[in-house]
């Protein structure tokens, strides 16, 4: 928008970073999979921690063997051991798994592990104009999501029929969601189909590369 405030509006295009991860989708059978929903990338407090934590503490009073993961890097560090203080203090070590991040090759490895994907962005101004990429990963690998009710999260999960859209800063609602998803196995499937088939046809590099390529073509062209 800024640079059409300055261009030409045919001299302004945009190319969505997507997912480039498709080989690494497995097909691992519901019953299989090792964690029950995943948080993966940059964890902070306004990226739903404490929220997605107070969650799985009230998800545990019903599902005893809840497994949620979290897989990335803290920010600020010390992020990191506030949040083990209240895993310790709540009783939460078999329930809720701190990963370091690691080489981008190996997060289909864990994506492949999980059942729901997590994207629990609390409302801040940043937060409602950017688009998170990693539900195009979620989608890519057949989990449902439970994101934030508003922004393009909201909408990419509403349009699509991939998940579930929930208050990002009411914890409840967020065990809840995963409880549904969890002890609903038809409307899981549907959700997770509706992301498959999503990547596969519409939010996948392979289709803006070659948006991409046309920009180049035409530029050159000319």
């Avoid at 009073?61 to 949620?68: Q, S």
């Avoid at 994207?119 to 950017?130: A, C, S, V, Y």
């Avoid at 699509?160 to 990002?168: E, H, S, Y």
Wanted: charge should be positive; charged fraction near 25%.
């Amino acid at each position: 928008d800024r640079f059409r405030q300055q261009l030409p509006k045919d001299k302004v295009d945009i190319i969505y970073n997507y997912t480039n991860l498709q080989n690494g989708r497995k097909n691992v059978g519901f019953d299989k999979k090792e964690f029950d929903a995943i948080y993966c990338g940059g964890i902070t407090k306004f990226r739903g921690a404490w929220q997605i934590l107070e969650a799985a503490k009230i998800a545990k009073e019903k599902k005893g063997d809840l497994k949620v993961l979290f897989l990335g890097s803290w920010f600020p560090k010390e992020l990191k051991n506030q949040m083990l203080d209240y895993i310790r203090e709540n009783n939460l070590s078999q329930n809720v798994i701190l990963h370091n991040n690691v080489p981008y090759e190996q997060v289909s490895d864990f994506y492949n592990k999980s059942r729901i994907g997590l994207g629990i962005f609390l409302p801040i101004g940043t937060h409602k104009i950017i688009l998170q990429i990693k539900i195009f990963e979620y989608m890519n690998f057949g989990l449902p999501i439970i994101g934030s009710n508003f922004g393009h999260i909201n909408n990419y999960i509403r349009n699509n029929n991939t998940g579930i859209n929930v208050d990002p800063e009411n914890p409840k609602e967020i065990a809840n969601a995963l409880l549904k998803l969890l002890n609903d196995k038809d409307l899981y499937q549907q959700f997770s189909k509706n992301g498959i088939r999503a990547i596969d046809e519409k939010y996948n590099w392979q289709v803006m590369e070659e948006k991409l390529l046309g920009i180049y073509d035409e530029l050159l062209g000319n």
